[in-house]
């Protein structure tokens, strides 16, 4: 199972990074509001692999605590990516178009899908890991499934970025 969560961190950290750095590539034609919108994704892609990266070292380490953190902190991952996930899409279609309305409203919904996250955790975190003394195996395939469904969700987001940069007209 180390093995297995080991590589969905690798593949998952691999796709963030992808991502960044094609719209990195696309940051000179994002107009300002879009900018710092990506900036505050940038944030939480720090975040997320923070969380991925604590997870893997965690899971090395021998104690019951250890991998009840690194799990925890897998959970923790996805689950930051589902708080900023519809957000990011719209974003990644809406680069190409660069329309403002619509970026300030995905800004706006990232923000309060950031704040529910934050309160899950704060209201479930215990309750999670008291879950966890009862279905280890359970909490141990789950976050193994989690991280590679982050992965997974970047891999599409760079196709998708990557078919919208292709598909735009270049300018002269």
Same mark, same amino acid.
């Given at each position: 199972m180390e093995k297995d969560f080991k590589e969905a961190i690798e593949k998952s950290t691999k796709a963030i990074k992808?991502?960044?750095e094609k719209v990195e590539e696309l940051a000179g034609e994002l107009s300002e509001s879009a900018s710092e919108l990506w900036q505050d994704f940038k944030k939480s892609f720090a975040d997320i692999s923070s969380k991925l990266d604590g997870a893997?070292?965690?899971i090395s380490k021998a104690g019951e605590e250890s991998s009840l953190q690194a799990h925890l902190g897998a959970m923790e991952a996805k689950e930051k990516v589902e708080a900023i996930k519809e957000t990011l899409e719209k974003f990644a279609s809406e680069i190409s178009k660069d329309a403002q309305a619509t970026l300030d409203t995905?800004?706006?919904?990232?923000?309060?899908?950031?704040m529910e996250a934050e309160d899950f955790w704060e209201n479930k975190g215990k309750k999670?890991? #008291?879950d966890f003394e009862f279905s280890r195996e359970n909490i %141990? @395939?789950?976050?193994? #499934?989690a991280i590679l469904e982050i992965g997974n969700?970047? %891999? @599409?987001l760079g196709i998708n970025l990557t078919s919208n940069n292709e598909s735009k007209p270049k300018e002269s």
């Open positions: 992808e991502v960044e893997s070292e965690n995905a800004a706006l919904k990232a923000h309060l899908a950031k999670i890991t #008291e %141990e @395939k789950m976050s193994v #499934e969700f970047f %891999e @599409k």
